[in-house]
């Protein structure tokens, strides 16, 4: 098949090498416009995407307004069978009804749980011990398309969002390409997503991003990891911001309790108070300054 790949991030990247390691064509690449970014704002920043497809020789388009009949043009001259989405933005529907066998997109959760910009993010924030990818056909709706395929990925109850990350991006290709392969023999069979089982997973901002210490420490625990890498958890403490980057669920008991949104030092290592009991910190920051463990920290609590 003819297939023109859409994408932005290393996380599409996977996806791109696997399709040309596969039987199918790539006659184009669509990805995000190169943009100012680096010290300064001055080094001129090219998507993940791009660098790989410069390095492979392939067509690149960047547009701007995805409306752009200019664009349309181009995008419609490469006669496309198909189009693939990893990570890339919303789609117009000029756009992804362009190739008569329409457009697929690689989703990081178990469709129809997770719709949205952040899946991964609140999968692990939500304490699911289960996540996956789905391949679907885009229509209308973020994320309500007809599923060609899906495959499980267990979470394990100390990862984070980027460990979940990183092996999404494999399973995502590999099921791409399991789903390609059965669009190309004409074997699939689509299965229409229940709504009623939808749940959503819309973009974090920094403000949705501050820990409150009112909640169980198993609930805070998944918290943090879920915004780890970024957008990162915050706290205040002694009207200073901290980003808490890593923490542990405490399996002793004997700890002496601790108010919700206190700090203490105990044996080396740093804890903080929640609802239910001390969570113990492992990676904690102070607002422009570097990272430290729980125990650098600790060092200097009085």
Same mark, same amino acid.
């Given at each position: 098949? @003819?297939? &023109?790949?859409?994408?932005?991030?290393?996380?599409?990247?996977?996806?791109?090498?696997? &399709?040309?390691?596969?039987? #199918? @064509?790539?006659?184009?690449?669509?990805?995000?416009?190169?943009?100012?970014?680096?010290?300064?704002?001055?080094?001129?920043? %090219?998507?993940?995407?791009?660098?790989?497809?410069?390095? %492979?020789?392939? $067509?690149?388009?960047?547009?701007?307004?995805? !409306?752009?009949?200019?664009?349309?043009?181009?995008?419609?001259?490469?006669?496309?069978?198909?189009?693939?989405?990893?990570?890339? @933005?919303?789609?117009?529907?000029?756009?992804?009804? *362009?190739?008569?066998?329409?457009?697929?997109?690689?989703?990081?959760?178990?469709?129809?749980?997770?719709?949205?910009?952040?899946?991964?993010?609140?999968?692990?924030?939500?304490?699911?011990?289960?996540?996956?990818?789905?391949?679907?056909?885009?229509?209308?709706?973020?994320?309500? +398309?007809?599923?060609?395929?899906?495959?499980?990925?267990?979470?394990?109850?100390?990862?984070?969002?980027?460990?979940?990350?990183?092996? =999404?991006?494999?399973? +995502?290709?590999?099921?791409?390409?399991?789903?390609?392969?059965? *669009?190309?023999?004409?074997?699939?069979?689509?299965?229409?997503?229940?709504?009623?089982?939808?749940?959503?997973? $819309?973009?974090?901002? #920094?403000?949705?991003?501050?820990?409150?210490?009112?909640?169980?420490?198993?609930?805070?625990?998944?918290?943090?990891?879920?915004?780890?890498?970024?957008?990162?958890?915050?706290?205040?403490?002694?009207? %200073?911001?901290?980003?808490?980057?890593?923490?542990?669920?405490?399996?002793?008991?004997?700890?002496?309790? &601790?108010? $919700?949104?206190?700090?203490?030092?105990?044996?080396?290592?740093?804890?903080? +108070?929640?609802?239910?009991?001390?969570?113990? &910190? =492992?990676?904690? %920051?102070?607002?422009?300054?570097?990272? *430290?463990?729980?125990?650098?920290?600790? !060092?200097?609590?009085?």
């Amino acid at each position: 098949m @003819r297939i &023109i790949f859409m994408g932005t991030p290393e996380f599409a990247v996977v996806s791109l090498k696997a &399709i040309l390691n596969s039987s #199918h @064509r790539v006659v184009a690449v669509v990805t995000a416009p190169d943009a100012l970014g680096g010290r300064g704002r001055k080094e001129l920043i %090219q998507s993940d995407v791009k660098k790989f497809a410069l390095t %492979q020789e392939l $067509p690149i388009l960047q547009p701007e307004k995805l !409306r752009d009949k200019k664009f349309l043009e181009k995008l419609k001259s490469f006669h496309a069978d198909l189009q693939v989405v990893v990570a890339f @933005r919303m789609l117009p529907e000029i756009v992804w009804n *362009m190739p008569s066998m329409g457009t697929l997109n690689v989703h990081g959760s178990l469709l129809p749980k997770y719709r949205g910009a952040a899946p991964i993010h609140w999968a692990v924030i939500n304490g699911e011990k289960e996540t996956g990818v789905t391949i679907f056909k885009l229509k209308h709706e973020i994320d309500t +398309g007809d599923v060609i395929l899906r495959a499980h990925l267990p979470i394990g109850e100390n990862e984070t969002t980027g460990d979940v990350y990183s092996r =999404l991006m494999f399973l +995502g290709a590999e099921t791409l390409i399991k789903a390609l392969d059965k *669009m190309d023999a004409g074997n699939v069979i689509y299965e229409k997503q229940s709504d009623a089982l939808a749940s959503p997973a $819309p973009k974090l901002f #920094h403000i949705d991003c501050k820990i409150n210490f009112l909640e169980s420490s198993s609930k805070i625990h998944n918290f943090v990891r879920g915004l780890h890498p970024k957008p990162t958890a915050w706290m205040i403490w002694h009207d %200073q911001k901290y980003f808490i980057h890593r923490t542990r669920k405490v399996e002793d008991i004997s700890i002496t309790p &601790i108010s $919700p949104n206190k700090l203490i030092s105990f044996g080396k290592k740093l804890y903080v +108070g929640t609802i239910d009991g001390p969570l113990e &910190i =492992l990676e904690i %920051q102070v607002e422009g300054k570097r990272k *430290m463990t729980g125990e650098e920290f600790g !060092r200097g609590l009085r």
